[in-house]
């Protein structure tokens, strides 16, 4: 009986839905709504660096990012690519570390408001960086979610 039970157990196990992992207490649709909403939000700046993607770069390299012509359509694609799987729900480990690993980077290079002289542009550079950190915030709490399936 105790294999009987395990097998059943394990069946279950493998035909367990997203919608049966994300429902902690009825919240699926809540935390589907957060993965769009967040996945938009990055997919977003993502899109934006391809659409002009020489001042993308020019701007990169105005912050000593190195091999910036090669990191800056790299990191671009892995925000997008790892925003839709995030909305989609696929490959959702890799896709919360893809845009994870975006954000920390472009976060640590872009928004470096410690480098700053002038005051209202430094103030920027600190709102970004904040906005930035809250996204890793979130990213980090895909992953973890995408880690418990």
């Given at each position: 009986?105790?294999?009987?039970?395990?097998?059943?157990?394990?069946?279950?196990?493998?035909?367990?839905?997203?919608?049966?992992?994300?429902?902690?207490?009825?919240?699926?649709?809540?935390?589907?709504?957060?993965r769009?909403?967040?996945?938009v939000a990055?997919?977003?700046?993502?899109?934006?660096?391809?659409k002009?993607?020489e001042g993308?770069?020019?701007y990169?390299?105005?912050?000593?990012v190195?091999?910036?012509?090669?990191?800056?359509?790299?990191?671009?694609g892995?925000?997008t690519?790892g925003?839709l799987g995030?909305?989609l729900w696929?490959?959702?480990?890799l896709?919360?570390?893809?845009?994870?690993?975006y954000l920390?980077g472009?976060?640590?290079?872009?928004h470096?408001?410690?480098n700053?002289?002038?005051?209202?542009?430094?103030?920027?550079?600190l709102?970004?960086?904040l906005?930035?950190?809250?996204?890793?915030?979130?990213?980090?709490?895909?992953?973890?979610?995408?880690?418990k399936?």
């Amino acid at each position: 009986m105790t294999d009987t039970k395990s097998q059943v157990e394990e069946m279950q196990s493998e035909t367990e839905t997203e919608t049966d992992v994300a429902d902690d207490g009825g919240h699926g649709v809540i935390l589907k709504l957060a993965r769009l909403l967040f996945g938009v939000a990055v997919g977003y700046a993502t899109v934006t660096n391809f659409k002009d993607m020489e001042g993308s770069i020019g701007y990169a390299q105005s912050k000593n990012v190195p091999n910036a012509e090669t990191l800056v359509p790299f990191a671009s694609g892995m925000g997008t690519v790892g925003s839709l799987g995030l909305i989609l729900w696929r490959a959702p480990v890799l896709s919360a570390g893809a845009v994870f690993a975006y954000l920390v980077g472009v976060t640590a290079f872009m928004h470096d408001f410690w480098n700053i002289d002038d005051e209202m542009e430094s103030q920027n550079e600190l709102y970004h960086f904040l906005k930035n950190v809250g996204l890793i915030g979130g990213a980090l709490a895909f992953l973890i979610h995408a880690g418990k399936k």
